[in-house]
């Protein structure tokens, strides 16, 4: 069982940065591929970013691929987010997730970006970007 715990949210300007955290508790962390989703309100939950187990692969939603970076430390079993040049748009509860997916092939990123193959999720980090 992995309990997730995310950090880091906030009010910016448009075009600032911010970087998202998320702790997790469990000594299986780094079994798990990561990912970020956001959810803006009256709007589904969308992928944002995901990550391998051993952070070897990363996978990003057009919309942030080259503004956000995400990571991972599995020292610390703690996920990140690297938000860059963050536009209004972006406003969303930020939620981390692990799951079993892989990012080996097209058709398995396809799959990273479903919130139905994620187990385990945190409880969310309110992002708002002002323009």
């Known amino acids: 069982q992995v309990q997730l715990v995310e950090s880091g949210g906030g009010l910016v300007q448009a075009g600032g940065s911010l970087r998202l955290s998320c702790a997790a508790s469990?000594?299986?962390?780094?079994?798990?591929?990561m990912g970020w989703f956001r959810q803006a309100p009256g709007k589904e939950r969308e992928f944002v970013a995901a990550i391998s187990w051993s952070g070897g692969s990363t996978y990003y939603a057009a919309s942030v691929k080259g503004r956000f970076t995400i990571s991972r430390d599995n020292a610390k079993n703690i996920l990140y987010l690297q938000m860059n040049s963050l536009k209004p748009e972006d406003t969303a509860v930020y939620y981390c997730?692990?799951?079993?997916?892989?990012?080996?092939?097209?058709?398995?990123?396809?799959?990273?970006?479903?919130?139905?193959?994620?187990?385990?999720w945190g409880q969310g980090t309110q992002v708002t970007i002002s323009s």
């Open positions: 997730a692990a799951g079993s997916v892989r990012l080996t092939t097209a058709l398995a990123r396809m799959g990273a970006t479903a919130p139905r193959n994620y187990d385990y």
């Open positions: 469990g000594r299986t962390f780094s079994s798990y591929a």
